[in-house]
């Protein structure tokens, strides 16, 4: 099984539909993120949570908000979908402390139609 | 403020032909740098880091990354390119004291055989 599973892989949702995007973690780690991956603009952080009880806006959050049910899990909402919220979105983790880098999971594939 | 660069949109080597991937940084204090590597449907996977120490660090597959403090790089490179090499490339920052980890645009090899 890999280290941080995302839930689904990809999915076509309709303007104005509330979705949920899903990562759970077997790493252990209690640092956890959400980035959106747009071609040419790389990385940006949406939310990120450094344990269950810290929850923490990035440089993107608008029009989206984060659960941090358990220390493996961590869910990205989309309350109101729209188009511009089309993109790759990842859920990573780190272990604490600075030095270290990032287990990525395999990434959602979302279209807002 | 944090921010990375990657100059190149895509880099083309030839097969067996040394490669670099250029990444320029600017950060407060001293950086943390890595490299991370992306292949097509896949999440991004940790490639190496610069924490302190030499200035030439190895990672997985080969890959190879300087850091110049004085020109504020961290170049990725590979003495020998395999067609294997093939995706998309990241470069990320961290300050001393920071959480936040900035990405790259990203930038594409594309390895001939």
């Known amino acids: 099984d890999a280290d941080v599973t995302q839930t689904p892989r990809n999915r076509i949702t309709k303007t104005g539909k509330r979705i949920m995007l899903e990562c759970s973690q077997t790493k252990g780690h209690d640092r956890m993120y959400w980035y959106r991956q747009d071609p040419g603009l790389g990385l940006r952080l949406i939310y990120y949570s450094f344990d269950v009880k810290d929850i923490n806006k990035g440089e993107i959050s608008d029009g989206y908000s984060v659960s941090r049910q358990a220390q493996a899990k961590f869910s990205l909402s989309l309350e109101s979908a729209i188009p511009n919220q089309t993109a790759l979105y990842f859920c990573?983790?780190?272990?604490?402390?600075?030095?270290?880098?990032?287990?990525f999971g395999s990434g959602t594939r979302l279209t807002v139609v | 403020a944090q921010s990375v660069a990657q100059p190149e949109d895509q880099v083309n080597v030839a097969e067996g032909n040394p490669l670099t991937v250029k990444c320029t940084y600017s950060v407060s204090g001293n950086p943390y740098l890595f490299w991370y590597v992306q292949y097509p449907n896949r999440g991004l996977q940790f490639l190496l880091k610069?924490?302190?120490?030499?200035?030439l660090v190895k990672g997985s597959y080969g890959f190879e990354a300087e850091f110049n403090k004085s020109q504020t790089s961290f170049h990725l490179k590979k003495p020998s390119a395999l067609v294997s090499d093939s995706a998309l490339y990241f470069c990320a920052v961290r300050g001393t004291g920071g959480f936040k980890t900035i990405f790259g645009a990203g930038t594409r090899l594309f390895v001939k055989a």
């Open positions: 610069y924490i302190t120490g030499d200035n």
């Open positions: 990573a983790t780190s272990d604490t402390g600075f030095v270290y880098g990032y287990t």
